[in-house]
């Protein structure tokens, strides 16, 4: 969209005026006319009889006065002549037409100016000159003032509208970001859900007790997910989170899965994307999950100068071997993007293996000082 519309719109506008913006104008327009008057002045110096010193200040002053008081008029044939490309013939109607407006209106307050102050300093009457040539040398510096005046507006137009898609356009990325990060790091999988409640199905008649925690931990699993307000949390947060999701699962493993924790002192202020840690381990209970023999899962959290690593580390199959929940790694393409869009290129994700062949995720993540 330019400064005037691309489309020829039968709907008129008008510029928005606003005070301190148009003091601020008014006091350029009588500052150029005090510069433009000196040089007037200096010219005259030059002469044999310069005369009074105070007629070179007022034409030029009142001449700039009068401009910056019918800039109005610019902007709105600035605002409403198409593009020429659109339409020549509008773009010349509105210009011709303001160009009238504004020089008749220009000479008559600038003289009506220049009338006045002489008469309040007494310098007798002034004489604009013989109108068959005044009007016309009058009409030719006006035709000057007017294009150059209508090319500024709309370079100025231009800009703030450029200004204004720029914060558009951030804001919109800002929302895009805020809702794949609200998707990516959304809610349980159906399927966890599913395996919870035949889970808590399975030992309600025999562990009241237990079961009653059981349903406790899913329902604040539940909520964690449903009433989660930003994408990231702290990583006690994430470790209290993912304890309530362990103890789902080792409900429905018992002793074949074995999750241990080593976390650094001094981490637990860090943030971390909600459910990070709950992924990482999902994936290696998943693709893991007919192994016959017990399933170690170790967490851990380091921390270096200006980095900190979150890992996870299995001592499954790995990730060379086929599994029962083959595919995409849709998990773990996820968090990489949650961390793309948190952190860009200050975070990232690494797939390795661990020491006894299993599989090792390490999610690098910036150091932030926590106050």
């Known amino acids: 969209m330019r400064a005037w519309e691309d489309v020829p719109s039968t709907r008129w506008r008008w510029p928005r005026l606003r005070l301190r913006p148009a003091l ?49 008029v610019l902007m709105t044939a600035v605002l409403n002549a198409p593009a020429p490309r659109v339409g020549w013939t509008r773009f010349l109607g509105i210009h011709a037409a303001a160009f009238s407006l504004f020089t008749s209106l220009h000479i008559a307050l600038m003289a009506g100016l220049r009338h006045g102050i002489y008469a309040l300093l007494e310098l007798g009457d002034y004489d604009l000159g013989p109108p068959v040539y005044a009007l016309p040398m009058e009409a030719q510096k006006d035709l000057i003032t007017y294009g150059l005046g209508c090319a500024v507006i709309s370079l100025l137009y231009e800009w703030r509208q450029r200004q204004a898609r720029a ?49 406790s931990d899913l329902g604040q699993l539940l909520r964690a997910s449903l009433e989660r307000t930003e994408p990231t949390w702290t990583l006690a947060e994430e470790r209290g989170h993912t304890e309530r999701f362990v103890a789902l699962l080792a409900a429905r493993f018992g002793d074949r899965l074995d999750v241990r924790w080593d976390v650094a002192p001094g981490l637990e202020p860090q943030r971390v994307p909600c459910f990070a840690l709950q992924t990482l381990v999902e994936n290696a209970v998943k693709h893991n999950q007919d192994l016959r023999g017990a399933l170690e899962v170790r967490i851990r959290a380091r921390a270096e100068t200006d980095r900190w690593a979150l890992e996870v580390e299995d001592t499954g199959r790995g990730f060379g071997a086929p599994s029962p929940a083959s595919g995409p790694g849709v998990g773990l393409t996820q968090l990489e993007r949650v961390l793309t869009l948190l952190h860009g290129d200050r975070a990232r994700l690494e797939r390795g293996a661990g020491p006894e062949g299993g599989a090792r995720v390490t999610v690098w993540l910036p150091r932030v000082e926590v106050a």
């Not at 500052?31 to 310069?50: E, F, K, N, Y």
């Open 24 to 72: 601020k104008v008014l006091a350029f327009g009588l500052a150029l006319g005090v510069w433009q008057g000196s040089a007037v002045r200096l010219m005259q110096l030059m002469r044999p009889h310069p005369g009074h010193w105070a007629p070179a200040f007022i034409w030029e002053m009142t001449s700039a006065l009068a401009v910056t008081l019918l800039l109005p």
């Open 167 to 215: 914060l558009r356009s951030a804001e919109l990325e800002g929302e895009l970001r805020a809702a794949q990060l609200q998707s990516l790091t959304g809610q349980l999988h159906p399927h966890f859900l599913f395996n919870a409640l035949h889970t808590i199905g399975s030992v309600m008649y025999e562990d009241l007790p237990r079961t009653d925690r059981l349903l």
